[in-house]
């Protein structure tokens, strides 16, 4: 494996986890509320009362925000190396996944482990695990 140095961005991600990191507290202190997408997405499937507003403008600002730096700066395309089923087959499981670990990755990975918990930590360990041994799998030993 080589690193494509020209494609290394230390300072652009370091400033994206800032991002994400500090929206996520200020998003915990403010309104009490985890960023989990999973959580916001699962709620705006099943609504209650007052909670409607806040998750769609939520997930608004998810679909828009790629859309507002597109009218700045050229979008990146997308690469996907697998076919329609495979997609679907990939989607289902993290699905299951985020149902059976009670969270996403972002719930766990960023706002669980902020907060100590060790169920995030439980949870973060098993899917980065998950994700490396596939990748080994995939990469190394299925590799045609």
């Not at 730096?69 to 996907?80: S, T």
Request: glycine letters at 18%; proline letters at 5%; a positive charge.
């Amino acid at each position: 494996m080589q690193i494509d140095w020209t494609a290394f961005t230390p300072f652009a991600a370091t400033a994206g986890g800032l991002l994400i990191g500090l929206a996520a507290a200020m998003f915990v202190l403010l309104n009490g509320r985890i960023a989990g997408i999973s959580g916001v997405l699962g709620g705006l499937l099943r609504p209650r009362r007052g909670d409607l507003g806040w998750r769609a403008a939520f997930v608004g600002g998810l679909v828009l925000a790629p859309l507002a730096y597109g009218l700045f700066a050229p979008l990146p395309v997308p690469r996907i190396d697998a076919g329609p089923g495979l997609l679907v087959a990939a989607g289902l499981l993290v699905g299951l996944g985020t149902r059976y670990g009670s969270g996403c990755t972002s719930g766990h990975g960023v706002c669980g482990l902020s907060r100590l918990s060790a169920r995030s930590l439980v949870a973060t360990l098993l899917f980065m695990g998950a994700g490396f041994a596939t990748v080994f799998v995939m990469r190394h030993l299925l590799a045609a």
